[in-house]
């Protein structure tokens, strides 16, 4: 089995594909196919020592979910059956999908709801990005003057991010090497 358990939350894909594109770099060995988080269970994540998850912030900061207007459950949905769990000894990094021209002041803020669950779960973080190169006004998901996670703009900052990728994904290697 692969040591890096991927799931992500969408409606709309691109954070679907930005999975694919982290299982493809880091190759089958490694990481395993990506699921939505619709479809998982807690007991799926809790198979892997190492998690990668991704979520995009739909309208203004709110996690993917029903009450967003997604047609299935995501993130929304997923997270209180974390409620409990231990995660304890479990690594998890996050990315996350906004926009930080049409939104500015939650840029990538559902980001930190997802953070902030694992972290009451007692697993560690690893992962975080700097805030350099974005223009945004606040965002929940800097803590420390640090994103908790890999922020992509695939609206205004498309061209950026297989660099931010690659640089990030070469920073968690080595963080859970």
């Not at 309208?59 to 299935?72: F, I, R, V």
Request: with cysteine; net charge negative; charged share 20%.
């Amino acid at each position: 089995m692969a040591k890096v358990g991927v799931f992500f939350g969408t409606d709309t894909g691109n954070t679907r594909r930005i999975a694919k594109d982290i299982t493809t770099a880091l190759g089958s060995a490694v990481a395993a196919k990506p699921v939505n988080v619709r479809n998982a269970t807690v007991e799926d994540m809790l198979a892997y020592d190492t998690l990668i998850l991704g979520t995009p912030t739909y309208g203004e900061g709110q996690l993917p979910g029903l009450s967003t207007g997604n047609a299935t459950e995501s993130w929304e949905e997923f997270l209180p059956k974390l409620a409990g769990q231990d995660f304890s000894g479990k690594k998890v990094a996050i990315y996350g999908l906004g926009n930080q021209k049409s939104y500015p002041v939650e840029f990538v803020d559902a980001m930190y709801y997802v953070y902030e669950q694992f972290k009451q779960c007692g697993a560690t973080l690893i992962g975080a990005w700097d805030t350099e190169g974005y223009s945004f006004k606040s965002s929940k998901a800097v803590v420390d003057n640090r994103f908790v996670g890999l922020a992509l703009d695939q609206e205004n900052q498309k061209d950026l991010t297989p660099a931010r990728l690659e640089t990030w994904l070469t920073m968690l290697t080595q963080a859970w090497s």
